[in-house]
């Protein structure tokens, strides 16, 4: 038991190389969004200080760690390197583990005249020299690494994909949803992934009782729901939304905000809104729920009514 406690607590580093070209960059990137602090282009030959370092979180409360490095790293040594972190690798309060992304030198030469961009090892030499020079100064690194990712038929949605596949824990992979109501009337809510007009159901506003209401009371509720094009049109927008938010999840989005609207933001709006978060809770969603106008004055101007009583 004690054993695994301590496991449990070990600061997780991740050292992340391969070969110009092959994702690094892309990799880093998405182990940020996955909670990972990260360092790129770090000196290898001072990994040991850096994780001397006194820091103020306790190790269990400090988060996973990961470096980058490449041919281009100052001091780059790949025999010393790997003698570096096979001795940190004996610690016990430290988890390393080293991924190495590759990639076939004809794909890093299509890359390479794609960007027009100079391969560091090459000097006025063809690209693809460079890319031979590489691959052998980086042999001993690919041999030794934990982990090998292959990106030579990857896009760059390939590879992100990928890593969340691979280093995701269950919490990092849940897409924060946002389910709101709006007035149209009071502007578009500026930062909704998707949009949903209400306006062609009936206007509860229209009905002197209620006017007053909103579209967290019953009455109001039964009335948007009367409207005969109510069923059919939550029932599509439902499973659109039930098609489309684990496809956001797996592309890597993180915060999706689906928005209701109607003329004031009061009625239709609301009660959709909310009846579509219960449904996608029912479906193994945790949406949060927000009325946008909810809370403001209600506006029979800007409803269209004829008159306005003071």
């Not at 992100?160 to 269950?170: I, L, V």
């Not at 306006?199 to 009371?217: A, I, M, Q, S, V």
């Not at 009335?223 to 684990?246: G, M, N, S």
Request: net charge negative; proline share 6%; with cysteine.
């Amino acid at each position: 038991m004690e054993s695994d406690s301590s496991s449990e607590n070990r600061q997780r580093l991740m050292l992340v190389t391969g070969m110009l070209g092959a994702g690094k960059t892309t990799a880093l990137r998405v182990l940020e969004d996955l909670g990972w602090e990260i360092v790129d282009n770090f000196p290898v030959r001072l990994l040991d200080r850096l994780m001397d370092t006194p820091q103020a979180a306790p190790r269990e409360l400090r988060g996973p760690l990961a470096i980058g490095f490449d041919s281009r790293t100052r001091g780059f040594d790949p025999e010393s390197i790997i003698r570096k972190v096979k001795d940190l690798g004996e610690r016990p309060d430290l988890e390393v583990t080293t991924l190495f992304l590759d990639c076939a030198s004809h794909e890093l030469e299509r890359r390479y005249n794609e960007t027009r961009r100079r391969h560091p090892l090459a000097g006025d030499t063809p690209v693809s020299t460079g890319i031979r020079a590489e691959r052998e100064l980086l042999a001993p690194l690919r041999r030794w690494a934990d982990i090998l990712i292959d990106t030579s038929e990857f896009t760059a949605n390939d590879l992100q994909r990928a890593m969340r596949d691979r280093f995701a824990n269950e919490d990092a992979q849940q897409l924060t949803l946002t389910v709101s109501s709006f007035g149209f009337a009071r502007g578009m809510p500026p930062v909704a992934d998707l949009v949903f007009d209400m306006r062609f159901l009936n206007n509860p506003h229209w009905d002197p009782e209620l006017r007053p209401l909103t579209g967290e009371d019953l009455s109001v509720g039964e009335y948007v729901r009367k409207d005969p094009a109510f069923a059919e049109a939550f029932e599509r927008i439902r499973d659109l939304l039930l098609l489309l938010l684990p496809r956001y999840r797996e592309q890597g989005k993180a915060y999706v905000h689906v928005a209701f609207g109607c003329t004031g933001g009061r009625h239709r709006s609301v009660f959709t809104a909310r009846q579509m978060a219960a449904a996608l809770r029912e479906h193994g969603f945790s949406p949060t729920l927000l009325h946008r106008n909810l809370g403001a004055r209600a506006a029979d101007l800007l409803e269209g009514s004829p008159r306005r009583e003071e």
